[in-house]
Structures are given as structure tokens and as C-alpha cells.
């Protein structure tokens, strides 16, 4: 199944949590925080302004972003968990220095 986001949602695959902290200590899974990264596997065409002109997203499949801790719907897609979030519940996009 395709799934594409409507207007301003982009749809998020949360990236894997560490199971090891800075220290070596295993961290289980029922004390691990999720994550806040993501991957934008699917964006919507855009908002409308005032005028009915289409304001474009920022972001773009495959961006690896940030976003707040209760940001967005969970949902399951052919067995896949997402989160559908509007852009602006995005903080960023995080870019690999050169």
C-alpha cells in the first residue's frame, strides 16, 4: 500500500533507539525513552496561504529530522509504525557535516 500525506503532514519512520548508554550499561527496552529522530518517508504537496497559493514544504523524503517528544499520530502501515505529523511539529533537519 502507498500512503501519501495531505497539505502540510509528512509521515515519519522514528529512527532505532540506542540500547546502550554513553557507558556501556544495556538499557531494556521498557526503561528506553523513543526516539526523537526520524526519517520523512512521505510529505504532502504543501499548505495554502491566504491567497489559495501552495506554500511548499521545507522537508523532503529522506530527511533525517527532529521532532518533539509528543509529536504526531502513530500509526501502522503494512506493518510499519509511522508518525503523521504536521511540518511545523518539526524542529529541524539534521545534515552530515562535510
Do not use: C, N, Y
Amino acid at each position: 500500500m502507498k500512503f501519501r500525506p495531505l497539505h502540510d503532514r509528512v509521515a515519519v519512520r522514528r529512527v532505532e533507539a540506542e540500547t546502550k548508554s554513553a557507558g556501556g550499561i544495556i538499557i531494556p527496552d521498557t526503561a528506553a525513552e523513543k526516539p526523537q529522530q526520524g526519517e520523512i518517508v512521505a510529505a504532502g504537496p504543501g499548505a495554502r496561504d491566504e491567497q489559495g497559493k501552495l506554500v511548499p514544504l521545507d522537508v523532503k523524503k529522506g530527511d533525517k529530522v527532529l521532532f518533539g517528544k509528543w509529536s504526531g499520530t502513530e500509526v501502522k502501515i503494512d506493518g510499519q509504525e509511522l508518525l503523521i505529523m504536521k511540518e511545523s511539529d518539526i524542529m529541524g533537519v539534521l545534515d552530515r557535516e562535510k
